[in-house]
């Protein structure tokens, strides 16, 4: 039996005092939901203030990337133990926006993967295919190998996955539940692949892209979505506590 768990990724949105009061009302819509892992993500500069304002609750905290070295000369990046200092007990790694703009590829997701878990940071690894390679035929291709390399080498066993077809983020057109269970059960045949079917069969599946309050629940009860990670309905109290309350 997995645990769900649903968690809001802000992207590059709310400042920290903005932050502090957004996580006051998820505390105050989801307090004593227990069955479900909720994990909120903020931009780093909100971490600090995040923290406090998750303390005592059943939010916790992740970030939305992480470097692969401990320390030194990396300017702009962010190691694990920085990370674990401020509380944060999730890590974001190769979203799709981070490897169409930021240059991530299946190589340095794997380091980071690698840097999250040797930290005892839990990786929210994000695989999807775009529109093009759907449309292409490469689909299965392209998600076996975002799987297969971003993981090569890892214990898989504490590493959560999100399953988001660049196609459905953002844009209101969302996987239908067949479409979204089709991939997830892909991706689980992959993961035994790697690690046999006991170790697979623990290992979280979240989906992501355009998922809402209205359209959680029917994503959620597909076999293998074990959850969702959250854009745009992040971002209100309201939408992204309907959407933990979905998964309950
Ligand atoms: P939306 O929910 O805004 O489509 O974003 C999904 C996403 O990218 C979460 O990481």
Same mark, same amino acid.
């Given at each position: 039996?997995?645990?769900?768990?649903? *968690? #809001?990724?802000?992207?590059?949105?709310?400042? *920290?005092?903005?932050?502090?009061?957004?996580?006051?009302?998820?505390? /105050?819509?989801?307090?004593?939901?227990?069955?479900?892992?909720?994990?909120?993500?903020?931009?780093?500069?909100?971490?600090?203030?995040?923290?406090?304002?998750? +303390?005592?609750?059943?939010? /916790?905290?992740?970030?939305?990337?992480?470097?692969?070295?401990?320390? #030194? +000369?990396?300017?702009?990046?962010?190691? *694990?133990?920085?990370?674990?200092?401020?509380?944060?007990?999730?890590?974001?790694?190769?979203?799709?926006?981070?490897?169409?703009?930021?240059?991530?590829?299946?190589?340095?997701?794997?380091?980071?993967?690698?840097? +999250?878990?040797?930290?005892?940071? @839990?990786?929210?690894?994000?695989?999807?295919?775009?529109?093009?390679?759907?449309?292409?035929?490469?689909?299965?291709?392209?998600?076996?190998?975002?799987?297969?390399?971003?993981? +090569? #080498?890892?214990?898989?066993?504490?590493?959560?996955?999100?399953?988001? =077809? @660049?196609?459905?983020?953002?844009?209101?057109?969302? *996987?239908? =539940?067949?479409?979204?269970?089709? @991939?997830?059960?892909?991706?689980?045949?992959?993961?035994?692949?790697?690690? #046999?079917?006991?170790?697979?069969?623990?290992?979280?599946?979240?989906?992501?892209?355009?998922?809402?309050?209205?359209?959680?629940?029917?994503?959620?009860?597909? =076999?293998?979505?074990?959850?969702?990670?959250?854009?745009?309905?992040?971002?209100?109290?309201?939408?992204?506590?309907?959407?933990? /309350?979905?998964? @309950?």
């Amino acid at each position: 039996m997995r645990t769900k768990i649903v *968690a #809001g990724n802000w992207k590059m949105n709310k400042t *920290a005092s903005e932050a502090a009061s957004l996580i006051e009302g998820i505390k /105050k819509e989801v307090a004593g939901i227990t069955n479900v892992e909720v994990i909120v993500c903020p931009p780093f500069t909100d971490l600090k203030d995040a923290a406090a304002a998750c +303390a005592g609750s059943n939010v /916790k905290l992740g970030a939305q990337n992480i470097h692969w070295e401990a320390n #030194g +000369a990396y300017t702009g990046e962010i190691s *694990a133990s920085m990370l674990k200092d401020l509380g944060v007990t999730h890590v974001i790694i190769g979203h799709s926006e981070r490897r169409q703009y930021f240059g991530e590829t299946d190589e340095t997701v794997n380091k980071r993967t690698k840097a +999250a878990l040797d930290a005892g940071l @839990v990786p929210l690894v994000c695989v999807g295919e775009t529109l093009q390679e759907r449309d292409g035929g490469q689909m299965e291709a392209v998600v076996i190998r975002q799987t297969k390399a971003g993981l +090569a #080498g890892l214990d898989i066993s504490k590493v959560v996955i999100a399953y988001e =077809p @660049v196609w459905a983020i953002g844009t209101g057109r969302t *996987a239908t =539940p067949e479409q979204a269970q089709e @991939v997830h059960a892909l991706i689980r045949r992959t993961l035994a692949e790697i690690a #046999g079917k006991a170790v697979a069969d623990t290992v979280r599946i979240q989906y992501g892209g355009s998922m809402k309050p209205d359209n959680a629940k029917e994503l959620m009860s597909q =076999p293998d979505i074990d959850g969702g990670l959250i854009g745009g309905a992040a971002l209100k109290a309201d939408t992204f506590a309907a959407i933990v /309350k979905a998964g @309950v």
